[in-house]
DNA sequence: GGTCATATGTGTAACGATACACAAGCCGCT
DNA sequence: AGCGGCTTGTGTATCGTTACACATATGACC
């Protein structure tokens, strides 16, 4: 329990020869403690107190053993959105859900989306890395190929040698896509970004394959078929582009289309947090929903249940662990992530 | 660019062979790009990538210099609760800017709260760590300070040899309960946890002493010196006891006081989101806020404004960033966090 | 008593990188 | 010519730990 106030760093050879035992026997003491006798093992472990010996050293252990049980996990968004986007949030607490069974600890891996990330990629002391949905070109991907480790993409893109942990986003898309614009004789789209430059603008008619973000590509592809499908052409179909992937954002859009002399009667968003601005928006416009306004979101958050939405319900927790797992090279269950289409009162059908 | 699959990790050694350098003119071209010729530096780039090397090893990089270039952060909860909870997240946001600005990681530790914690802690290869709020005796605590590396604890409990961020709780307690229970006969508290076992009571006249969480002990504190300014004895006031920080339970807890024979006219809560349930509770009870129950939150979130809760403003991402520069061994400019009682509709003053 | 299996202890050689001190070459300056 | 300073390159020791192979003691069994 005396700690003697050593400024410098105890090693286990000091602990070994205040007990009088060998360097082994006192590391076999912290990492196969069956390996050592009762006796020996409290003298090293009486002798670990004394010095003030907090355990081997965490550097020294990963280099020796080659594998420092931890996993990385890089956000293509600025940190501070990942954290304020509550389906990024439960994704990470899948991760948390699996670290915490095997004893393994999760890095955040900041990434400002300056140059400057893909040296810290590199310096990732992990065992392997999970790469939350980002653009097809971020050179983060081949930073973290690079580094020969287990490594899983959630969403997309499709990297080869990583596996990929998503759902179908195309078919959920032209599945909850349909709900929404049944009915319908002018949709409109609320989407994520397109670019990497994010600003909010309205659009219609461009070229879906340019987006670079795979899941809102695919997303877009869905929606598109769906609104054909309705007998709507593509280039009839109003696009209201959301720099960030929130209510506030998406209800200033909504507000905008709603105001305009061809408003939208149906709104397919991407997330229940855009819907929920949309409802808001429509609220204020006095347009009843669904009669007036059909909205769907996605991702069955818990606001989509207080708002009534028709939304696209998958599971990103288990999403989560499923990458967890994948990076920590088990072999995953299931690659592709189920999903089903949850109809509420915002919808005609 | 030709990477040749060598199944073996490739080391630093190897390149400086293949560019015919020595070892250190290789370590210098990462390290020290300026102190190599730009000759000596392409060639060991064009061995590095031909080998398929990615940069020097993360973890004897770390033994080597004694440094990790990582934080550790210890939630007190079980993870998902942590990112559950929007304050915690900013809190996270916080550090997460400072790690981004420094170049570090940073590294999530899931404490379970179970026996098996502690070796993780010891486990983790970090520079600094930052504890988030947890109770007096959390065995977690003196792990961390075992390690002899910058500690920061935030919220509570002060721990000799760790630093302290934090507001003054229970001033700011009483003075948000003196604008809570203004005009108020029968005030109530909607609480935290008071015990390691996290379940839902109702109670009243307890010994604030003995709560094991100081944060939620000295707001406990503050609003027993709010209530006895006002005039009311301290067991006369109702304390509800919510076993998650979230707006469902509070709504159920408040539901039960209102409905109770000796209902609350005031309901001091400690979260914006507990406030938010409060206040959903007492329209669904069909009273009147301010007149029939004042209520007030605790943190100044976005629902707060929307709801037009009085509540206490304090920065969580600001201490989120002091706690990390306190961890990274910089002098914190201020230890003691400011706040401040943000006056809305939801109270009679 | 002899044989074999099990329990316990030890020494040495890595793991892959960087700090440090030193050496050699080159320049300009007096 | 001689000196000092700057740039660039190198060898060696070391960071703290664990894998591995080997040595010894103990007990069981016929």
Chains 1, 2 share one sequence.
Not at 137 to 144: E, N
Not at 286 to 313: C, K, N, Q, S, Y
Request: proline residues 5%.
């Amino acid at each position: 329990m005396n700690s003697s106030a050593g400024s410098k760093r105890v090693t286990l050879a000091q602990v070994a020869e205040q007990a009088g035992v060998s360097v082994m026997t006192a590391s076999y003491t912290y990492n196969q403690p069956d390996r050592v006798s009762e006796q020996a093992r409290s003298k090293v472990l009486a002798a670990a107190s004394q010095l003030g010996y907090a355990g081997p050293d965490p550097s020294a252990r990963s280099l020796r053993r080659g594998s420092t049980r931890t996993l990385g996990v890089v956000m293509g968004e600025h940190l501070s959105y990942a954290f304020e986007d509550p389906e990024a949030v439960s994704f990470l607490a899948g991760i948390a859900d699996v670290c915490a069974d095997r004893g393994y600890g999760m890095t955040i891996l900041p990434i400002t989306g300056a140059a400057d990330d893909v040296p810290r990629i590199t310096a990732a002391a992990v065992d392997g890395f999970i790469v939350w949905t980002t653009s097809d070109d971020d050179p983060v991907l081949a930073a973290v190929r690079a580094m020969k480790r287990p490594a899983v993409v959630h969403g997309g893109p499709a990297v080869r040698g990583m596996e990929l942990v998503s759902i179908d986003n195309r078919a959920a898309a032209r599945a909850v896509g349909a709900v929404a614009f049944a009915g319908a004789g002018r949709p409109a789209v609320v989407s994520f970004p397109l670019s990497r430059a994010r600003i909010s603008t309205i659009t219609s008619g461009g070229d879906i394959t340019e987006v670079l973000f795979p899941v809102t590509r695919e997303r877009l592809e869905g929606y598109r078929q769906a609104a054909e499908g309705a007998g709507i052409a593509w280039r009839d179909v109003v696009i209201a582009v959301c720099a960030r992937n929130d209510a506030a954002e998406a209800e200033r859009v909504a507000a905008t289309l709603l105001a305009s002399a061809e408003p939208p009667d149906a709104i397919a968003a991407m997330s229940d947090q855009q819907a929920a601005g949309v409802v808001h928006a429509a609220r204020a416009a006095g347009r009843a929903i669904p009669d007036d306004l059909a909205v769907t979101g996605w991702d069955d958050a818990a606001v989509a249940e207080r708002l009534g939405l028709t939304t696209v319900a998958q599971s990103l927790r288990e999403q989560g662990a499923a990458c967890a797992h994948a990076a920590l090279g088990e072999k995953p269950n299931a690659q592709t992530a189920s999903w089903s289409i949850v109809r509420r009162g915002s919808t005609r059908q």
